[in-house]
C-alpha cells in the first residue's frame, strides 16, 4: 500500500482471439470505482520493458488473456508476488496456452502446459471447450460474500474444462462432461463439475479465478483466415449477474 492509502494495481490484458478492446474498457471502469486504486496496463508479463518490475509495488493484479505465456523469470515474479500476499483477480484466459493449427493442417488446437509453477498458483489449466452455447451456472457456495444472493443463471459462453489443482474454494460452477471438438487434449473423464468461480490460497496471497467474460469482435482472428466474423459476440458481459459478481471480485480485489 502507497502513501496515504493508494493501492497501486496492474492489469494484464492482451493475447488473442478476444476482443480485448472491450474487456480492458470494462475492466478499467470496474477498478476506476475504488478511489484509492491506481492502475497501470499491460499487453503481456514483460510489462511493455518497464524499467521498475510493476508486480514489485503492486497491492492486486488483474488478468484477462488468452494464450499469454510468462517467461520463467515472470513465473517467478508472479508466484512470488500472491506467495508476499498480493491478491490476483484471473479472468477468463488467463490459464489458457493454446496452439493454433498449423497451415494446411487438421483443425485441431493443442493446449500445451506452458504455465509452469504458475499453472498451480492459478489453481488450474485450460484444456478444451465445447462449442460456445447457453449453460446454466450453479451457486456451489451460496454464503460466501462474493455469490451471497446470485441465483442459478444463464450464460452463453465459453464452458472451461481445466486441469484442476486442489485446494480450490469454488463459488460457482457448471457441469459438462461431453465432447470438445477441435481440441487435442480428449475427454478427461473426470469429475464433470466445472468450477467457473473459485478462490485458491498461496502462501499469504490469494488467487480468485472466474472463467466467464469471453468476448469477440469482428476483427479478431483473422489471424485463423476470417477476416470479418461479421457478428460481434458479447458472452456474459451482459448478463446481470455477470456483472454484480465481477464488481464484487474486483472489490474483493481491491482489498474487499
Given amino acids: 500500500m502507497g502513501p496515504g492509502g493508494r493501492l497501486d494495481a496492474v492489469l494484464v490484458c492482451g493475447g488473442r482471439w478476444h476482443d480485448f478492446d472491450h474487456a480492458r474498457l470494462r475492466l478499467l471502469t470496474e477498478l476506476a470505482r475504488h478511489e484509492r486504486v491506481r492502475t497501470r496496463v499491460f499487453e503481456d508479463y514483460g510489462f511493455g520493458g518497464a524499467l521498475n518490475a510493476p508486480l514489485d509495488t503492486a ?67 485450460f484444456l478444451r471447450h465445447p462449442k460456445i452455447t447457453p449453460y446454466r451456472v450453479e451457486v456451489t457456495d451460496p454464503a460466501h460474500p462474493l455469490v451471497a444472493g446470485i441465483e442459478p443463471f ?42 467457473v468461480l473459485y478462490l485458491r490460497r498461496h502462501g499469504a496471497g490469494e488467487v480468485c479465478y472466474f472463467t466467464l467474460g469471453h468476448c469477440r469482435g469482428r476483427f479478431d482472428v483473422q489471424d485463423l483466415g476470417v477476416d470479418d466474423t461479421g457478428r460481434i459476440d458479447r458472452g456474459s458481459w451482459d448478463v446481470p449477474q455477470f456483472q454484480t459478481v465481477l464488481a464484487r471480485c474486483v472489490d474483493w480485489a481491491a482489498g474487499g
Fill in 59 to 125: 497491492d492486486l493484479l488483474v488478468t484477462y488473456t488468452c494464450d499469454v505465456r510468462p517467461a520463467p523469470g515472470q513465473q517467478d515474479a508472479l508466484t512470488e508476488f500472491v506467495a508476499r500476499g498480493g491478491r490476483w483477480l484471473a479472468l477468463h484466459g488467463t490459464n489458457a496456452a493454446i496452439d493454433a493449427p498449423p497451415d494446411g493442417g487438421p483443425r485441431i488446437f493443442r493446449t500445451p502446459p506452458a504455465f509452469g509453477q504458475v499453472e498451480t498458483v492459478l489453481g488450474s489449466r
Fill in 154 to 195: 444463464d450464460v452463453r459462453d465459453e464452458l472451461y474444462v481445466s486441469r484442476l489443482h486442489e485446494p480450490l474454494r469454488v463459488l460457482l460452477h457448471t457441469t459438462y462432461e461431453g465432447p470438445c471438438p477441435g481440441f487435442e487434449e480428449g475427454h478427461d473423464g473426470g469429475d464433470p463439475l466445472r468450477p
